[in-house]
């Protein structure tokens, strides 16, 4: 027998089996007899019967909030384009248009079409493609089973065994289908089955349901689509790819036809499929002929709409669109499993609303400036330019922009220097970034670390250069040598005794390292990690000295998240970037939380603010902190690294932290000897960082930051060493052992032997690490004579002999025994004076008619 002869054979079977099954099913009341069809039947009911309709595969949305507090699209994901849409937003043309093409007897028949069923028998068993026959019921059951097991695969290659066990040429998979469809009919409403057909259906690649087929291919929705253009995505799905309507140059879609009088007839299959349908439409009185007439008439003219896919149409905005698509991928990532990265599943398929934290004035802002100050490519440097901006006290990001174009395109990122898919603002795996050395922003850990181990703002420490500083304690990785290692203040300045608010103001490489002398480098490290601060590769914060200094590596959105933890009276809050996640149901899915611990006691935030505010009034930010408007109370440090490769302004009001960078992506380049239009590019962070916080200060406005207690302004009291009459160099050894600093302040008149300390001020008790003055003796003091009892010859003999200069005076006295003695001395007796000063003395003389003799001081006799 032929294989043709065996084919006809088998269809009679099928086709009579898939009658009594169908007719059964869908009559119930129809009495079958027979032991075949009996058992055939009891066949048929033993399969599958339920059908579970697993969420549809749709594109998820990044959402932003304008300055009129609308929500407008950054950017979509997806792997199948699809918005699903309620029955009311579909054009009455497309419902209409898809039961006249593909089942004109839906709204009769119980889940199956009978006719059209045994004809798709005929194409099965001769073996040709599955074609006509299926039910509009039967194609849902079809998209269904293809939607729960692709999205069920975790592979390439377990999706297309999933697809093509759910398109299987066999009658076994057809009796399911059947079956599957005979159950819908049960449970749901012909509107609901349609709607949701129309939801799944495949338009072409990568498009599903008729909302976003009406976008794509005629930038319009599905409730606003004409009748023509309505007809011709109808078409689109009995032959997606065949009449797909963004291939103009397609052969099989009819690309170079032409009509009867030789005009270009565009997508003349898609035509033609179309106006079958219109036909269709028309017979089954769903139109007028004058509507029909006119539809027919119009050519096939799509507008092509490209989806927003991926950041790259957010713009200015992608690099915080990429941050929230990988915050996505990584926080809602079961690490349980390997195979399939969750978040990222549900990014592309889940059809989530993301509601993002983005404000867009600061940001536009933001992207301004960069724009305006720092170029996206310069000849022989490869510069970068950031700024990051985060709420304080929720650490929700406001701004994230840097100067590049964002792609992930090879290719595109080989065109120039201009494009880069690394998110230089985040950490390695939110965007691949390693991040960069903050320089001197980092001090502001010391200082905090200072302040919490008891030290107090006005101590100073020993800040003159050294080349050698010796040990440092570190109680986590042991004693650290500074030996050899000598870093110089920016300024050249030699060092001095400085408090730690001078050290700040004027950002002193000697003052910091002199105070972590005092300090635990492991403390330090701690510190900062306790404020959110962490290497952008999570490798551990390196605790050497140089540290100290800014020289790991870290995202400046870690610094940001530090900056507004101080601001914030020591509360750090993690950065979040996403206010709130909906499906398309408008269920809420959590998203990931900021979390907020207490990282610095108020106190010491206060002390930390204090002097970073001293520092953005007066310091080096106040090159910054000066152009800000409106002014509000503010917060800042400057870094700028070795050779300034990276220079940086960070700072915070109470409501708003910012951090702004201009650096080297790769290389060595000297920014202070780099020019671009804008002036130097190392003083260009100090245009950028008051131009976005003068816009956040507008917005979020600011308040005063607290006060640090009187007991951490200045260090308790405690004893000065004497050091009077000591060398200078044994002095200055002595005031130093005890902790505090010196100061040479010339010569003075002493009485101490020449050449020793004559003067030290203060003496007695002094503040922790004060400055005690101290001043060389000339040794041309000594102690004044006492010449009190002397007649006046003896005395001024005395006082001349000894370099002095007398002044006598005179004073009437009664007692015999003082006069023509000296009865008193001015300065007095051990005074310490010099040689050539002048003494006063004061002699006896006795009154006249005193002492008993006649006539001498006695009354009148004679009257």
């Known amino acids: 027998m032929s294989d043709a002869a065996a084919g006809i054979l088998g269809f009679v079977g099928m086709s009579a089996l898939a009658g009594v099954l169908v007719t059964a099913a869908v009559t119930p009341a129809l009495a079958v007899t027979g032991m075949a069809a009996n058992n055939s039947i009891n066949m048929f009911e033993n399969l599958p019967g339920y059908l579970e309709i697993e969420e549809l595969s749709e594109k998820s949305t990044v959402l932003a909030k304008n300055g009129n507090g609308d929500w407008i699209e950054l950017a979509s994901f997806f792997d199948e384009n699809r918005e699903e849409v309620a029955w009311d937003y579909i054009s009455q043309y497309l419902k209409d248009a898809a039961v006249a093409g593909e089942d004109p007897r839906f709204y009769t028949h119980g889940g199956v079409d009978i006719q059209g069923t045994v004809r798709g028998a005929l194409s099965t068993v001769i073996g040709q493609d599955t074609q006509g026959g299926s039910s509009i019921t039967q194609q849902y059951v079809k998209n269904v089973l293809i939607n729960n097991g692709v999205s069920e695969a975790t592979t390439d290659e377990e999706k297309e065994a999933a697809y093509a066990a759910a398109t299987e040429v066999s009658a076994e998979r057809k009796l399911k289908e059947i079956r599957y469809a005979i159950s819908l009919e049960k449970k749901y409403s012909k509107d609901d089955i349609l709607r949701g057909y129309l939801n799944i259906a495949h338009f072409g690649g990568r498009v599903y349901g008729v909302q976003a087929a009406a976008q794509y291919y005629f930038g319009t929705n599905a409730q606003d689509l004409t009748l023509a253009q309505a007809a011709s995505l109808i078409a689109i799905v009995n032959h997606p790819e065949k009449f797909r309507l963004d291939y103009p140059e397609s052969e099989s879609n009819g690309a170079n036809s032409v009509d009867a009088a030789g005009e270009a007839t565009p997508y003349a299959a898609n035509k033609d499929r179309r106006d079958y349908i219109l036909q269709e439409m028309l017979n089954e009185q769903k139109i007028t002929q004058e509507a029909y007439d006119a539809a027919v008439a119009e050519p096939v003219t799509p507008k092509i709409s490209e989806p927003s896919t991926g950041c790259v149409t957010a713009k200015g905005h992608a690099f915080f669109c990429d941050y929230v698509a990988w915050d996505i991928r990584n926080k809602f990532d079961d690490p349980a499993t390997t195979d399939i990265n969750e978040g990222r599943e549900l990014l592309q398929k889940g059809g989530l609303k993301i509601y993002t934290t983005i404000d867009l004035v600061v940001q536009d802002e933001a992207i301004l400036a960069l724009n305006e100050n720092v170029p996206k490519a310069a000849d022989g440097v490869d510069v970068g330019g950031t700024v990051v901006s985060v709420e304080v006290g929720t650490g929700r990001i406001l701004a994230m922009a840097q100067n590049k174009d964002y792609s992930n395109d090879p290719d595109v990122l080989a065109s120039g220097k201009n494009y880069t898919a690394v998110n230089y603002n985040s950490d390695i795996d939110y965007g691949g970034s390693s991040g960069f050395q903050p320089g001197s922003t980092y001090k502001v850990f010391t200082l905090a670390e200072w302040l919490k181990e008891g ?82 590769d999570y490798d551990p914060l390196s605790q050497f000295p140089s540290a100290v200094l800014g020289t790991n590596e870290i995202a400046p959105l870690s610094m940001a ?89 960070s700072g915070a009001s109470t409501k708003v932290s910012t951090v702004v960078g201009v650096f080297n992506v790769t290389g060595h380049v000297n920014l202070r000897d780099t020019y671009f239009d804008a002036g130097q590019a190392a003083s260009l962070r100090h245009q950028i960082w008051p131009r976005v916080m003068s816009v956040a200060n507008a917005r979020y406005g600011g308040g005063d930051f607290t006060e640090p207690p009187s007991s951490m302004m200045n260090a308790p009291q405690v004893s000065v060493p004497d050091v009077l009459g000591l060398s200078p160099e044994e002095a200055q050894k002595a005031l130093e052992s005890a902790g505090f600093g010196w100061r040479m302040d010339g010569e003075v008149d002493s009485d101490k032997p020449k050449g020793t300390i004559g003067a030290q001020s203060p003496a007695g008790a002094a503040s922790r690490g004060a400055i005690i003055s101290l001043q060389v003796s000339r040794g041309n003091v000594s102690g004044l004579p006492n010449v009190v009892g002397m007649t006046a010859d003896e005395a001024e003999d005395t006082l001349k002999n000894a370099g002095f200069k007398v002044n006598r005076q005179e004073q009437d006295v009664t007692d015999p025994s003082q006069d023509g003695v000296v009865i008193s001395q001015s300065p007095a007796s051990g005074s310490s004076v010099k040689s050539g000063d002048k003494v006063e003395i004061v002699v006896g003389r006795l009154e006249i008619g005193n002492g008993g003799g006649p006539g001498v001081g006695g009354p009148d006799q004679g009257d």
């Open 455 to 536: 030290h107090a703002l006005n101590e100073s420490v020993d800040a003159r250069f050294r080349e050698n500083w010796g040990s440092f304690n570190n109680s986590c990785e042991g004693t650290m040598s500074g030996d050899g290692w000598g870093p110089k203040n920016d300024d050249f300045s030699p060092g001095g005794y400085w408090t730690a608010v001078q050290n700040t103001m004027n950002s002193y490489n000697t003052g910091f390292v002199a105070m972590a002398k005092q300090l635990d480098l492991c403390g330090i490290a701690k510190t900062a990690e306790s404020l959110g601060v962490h290497r952008a």
């Open 561 to 649: 998240t530090a900056f507004a933890g101080i601001a914030n009276n020591g509360t750090s809050c993690s950065p979040i970037a996403i206010d709130k996640i909906t499906k398309q149901d408008g269920t809420e899915v959590a998203p990931p939380k900021s979390e907020c611990k207490q990282a610095l006691t108020p106190e010491v935030a206060a002390g930390t603010a204090y002097a970073m505010r001293k520092t953005i009034e007066g310091g080096t930010a106040a090159a910054s902190g000066g152009r800000t408007n409106p002014w509000v109370p503010m917060i800042g440090k400057t870094g700028t690294t070795d050779n300034a490769e990276a220079t940086w302004m």
